[in-house]
């Protein structure tokens, strides 16, 4: 090829490109539109991700309530007995939860602990003693204690990692939520016990999920007195 028509070709080439910008006080500017990325902040991906994080966090809230319930429904299993109910309190917090008493899991958990403790057991103090017909209830809570470990550290690390703006994957929920199914199993053989000894789920329902609807705000509002008044000032962040 000639010189002069490399030359005609280049020419042409850089007129096409000038075509599409334009001088606008003397600064160069591009009339195209640029494409927007797919990795943008922007974009529908990212407003996704925001929709899915949103969603976990409801999860994590509704599991926090149903694992609060669960540990109110032990605490009445064991209520004839107020050592195996006192030693379920202190095992959960101070084992499972590694002394973390105002952590946003465990220090909740506690919270219901406590409210189920003075407000339904304290005035069994009679039964202080083992009680021999409690051994049963007490054999099913350390049967089921591995299952207590487990969603409670989960939820724990879960909480964590929303908390961190990050995502749970979603096989990790799967198997959480199967832990609870297991756990819920284990205590529905002895839910006439608890039951017998004042278990009420709609009562611990009406109280329990105003603790974590709070979870996740950035200033914790204080917990509601008909959980446990003498503990406003020490609510779980």
């Known amino acids: 090829m000639e010189p002069s028509s490399i030359c005609s070709s280049a020419i042409s080439i850089i007129s096409k490109q000038m075509e599409s ?45 149903e694992l609060s319930i669960f540990v109110a429904e032990a605490t009445f299993l064991l209520s ?21 008493y105002e952590g946003p899991v465990v220090g909740r958990l506690s919270c219901v602990f406590l409210h189920v403790f003075e407000t339904y057991i304290l005035s069994k103090m009679e039964a202080w003693c083992h009680d021999g017909d409690n051994s049963k209830q ?19 690390r879960i909480v964590s990692v929303l908390k961190n703006g990050e995502v749970v994957k979603p096989s990790c929920l799967e198997y959480y939520n199967q832990e609870m199914k297991n756990l819920e199993e284990k205590l ?48 779980p962040r």
């Open 188 to 235: 529905r053989s002895a839910k006439h016990v608890s039951q017998a000894n004042g278990f009420e789920m709609n009562a611990i329902k009406a109280t329990v999920p105003q603790m974590w609807m709070s979870l996740f705000q950035a200033t914790p509002q204080g917990i509601n007195p008909k959980i446990s008044s003498n503990m406003s000032e020490n609510y």
């Open 21 to 65: 910008m334009s001088m606008t006080n003397g600064v160069l500017r591009r009339t195209k539109t640029i494409p927007q990325s797919r990795y943008s902040p922007y974009s529908s991906g990212s407003t996704s991700l925001s929709k899915q994080k949103e969603k976990q966090k409801e999860e994590a809230i509704r599991l926090g309530t």
């Open 138 to 156: 007490w054999e099913l809570i350390t049967a089921s204690t591995q299952h207590f470990s487990f969603t409670v550290e989960a939820l724990d």
């Open 80 to 100: 004839n007995d107020i050592y195996s109910a006192v030693s379920f309190g202190c095992w959960l917090c101070k084992n499972v939860g590694n002394e973390n």
